[in-house]
């Protein structure tokens, strides 16, 4: 985002549509969360969309050069109940899908194809504004969706992994430097961050490999 300065729009609809993008991810699992039985979102006061709330600061760094980041977790419910789990650790994945996919619907009703990559997060994109905001809206909340489900913590799909995964002491001491340690994060600002043998960072080049089907999908028809 912050390669966005020279077009202030661009810079200002990226921030916004990422904020938004991170919020209901955040709200949305911590709802789930609530409704299976956790207290601890209602006590942080994470069951209503306010961005203070669900900020990551990590994720927020990441977005900001990267173009894509991370809402704050949300803590998941224990293996043994397998339904809640799968609830809150995709919920928020499953609503920045769907806002997307809405938003890419109005791309393709107003202007048609779309171009699609993280570099459009980073640099933001030109053309009249409507079709602007919806693309990058749309981008956003696909690309902050997808990247939740990398099993890698801090992200959800992490988090499932290891929810789901076998107790042994090969992983429990995996998920240990991962989780408690942080080294997750570390990991993941390293793969978003760095190009590691290439142009472009890996993950985001992964990330690309994923969405570009799923939007020329929707704008495409």
């Known amino acids: 985002m912050l390669r966005a300065l020279g077009d202030p729009v661009s810079f200002l609809v990226l921030v916004l549509s990422f904020v938004v993008a991170v919020t ?15 207290r601890r ?15 990551d600061p ?8 990267a173009g894509v980041g991370w809402a704050k977790p949300v803590e998941v419910p224990p293996r043994s109940r397998r339904g809640a789990l ?11 899908l769907l806002l997307g996919v809405a ?3 109005v791309v393709r009703v107003v202007a048609g194809t779309a171009p699609t990559g993280t570099t459009l997060l980073q640099y933001g994109v030109g053309g009249d504004l409507a079709p602007r905001v919806a693309l990058l809206f749309g981008l956003m909340n696909v690309y902050v969706g997808v990247l939740s489900l990398v099993p890698l913590p801090p992200l959800d799909g992490g988090r499932l ?13 995996a998920e240990y430097h991962l989780v408690e340690q942080n080294i997750g994060i570390v990991v993941l600002l390293v793969l ?3 190009p590691l043998g290439g142009a472009t960072a890996l993950l985001p080049a992964l990330l690309d490999t994923v969405v570009d089907p799923l939007v020329r999908l929707v704008t495409s028809g």
């Not at 209901?24 to 956790?38: F, L, Q």
């Not at 990590?58 to 050069?65: E, H, K, N, R, T």
């Not at 799968?86 to 919920?91: Q, W």
């Open 161 to 173: 992994l290891f929810g789901l995964g076998p107790r042994s002491g090969g992983w429990q001491k």
């Open 58 to 65: 990590f994720g927020a760094v990441a977005g900001l050069i």
């Open 24 to 38: 209901a991810h955040g709200w949305a699992s911590s709802v789930a969360a609530d409704r299976a039985g956790d």
């Open 192 to 194: 978003l961050l760095l």
């Open 41 to 55: 979102p209602r006590q942080e006061g994470r069951l209503v969309p306010d961005p203070r709330r669900h900020l």
């Open 86 to 96: 799968l609830a809150v650790t995709l919920s928020g994945a499953a609503v920045n």
């Open 103 to 105: 938003a890419l619907v």
